[in-house]
């Protein structure tokens, strides 16, 4: 009994996963000011999504992406900076929040690993075409 139960609780999850409250004012509304909504759009096309993480938070549905948004105008439409906005929001998630992370202690894999991969490849290619030239 208990595990069909759990089997029900289970399988209704992703749907009580999403939240029943409203989309916070600004997620889907834009600034009336053209200029401070530019800067908004091309702050949030760099800003990942938390929730979706292949998405910028201008291109998700999600509704931390939504929250994000609203986030970024009201703080545009209030005079901030695209950049102070950027690095609160990199404060307040990590640098998982950018698309392009600084290079770090944490990070530097992420830099490194296409050039190692890229001298792993052509190792393998001079060594096949030395094999192939005897």
Do not use: H, N
């Not at 009201?74 to 290079?103: M, S």
């Amino acid at each position: 009994m208990r595990a069909w139960l759990l089997s029900l609780v289970l399988i209704a999850a992703p749907a009580l996963a999403d939240p029943s409250t409203p989309p916070a004012a600004l997620a889907y509304t834009q600034l009336r000011d053209p200029a401070q909504e530019a800067q908004a759009r091309e702050l949030m096309a760099t800003l990942r999504c938390i929730v979706c993480q292949g998405q910028s938070i201008a291109d998700s549905d999600a509704s931390m992406a939504g929250d994000m948004r609203a986030l970024v105008r009201g703080r545009i439409a209030a005079g901030e900076k695209p950049d102070a906005i950027r690095r609160w929001l990199v404060e307040r998630y990590g640098d998982y929040v950018t698309y392009d992370p600084p290079f770090g202690a944490a990070t530097w894999p992420l830099w490194l690993a296409p050039v190692a991969l890229l001298a792993l490849g052509a190792v393998i290619a001079r060594s096949s075409f030395r094999r192939r030239q005897r």
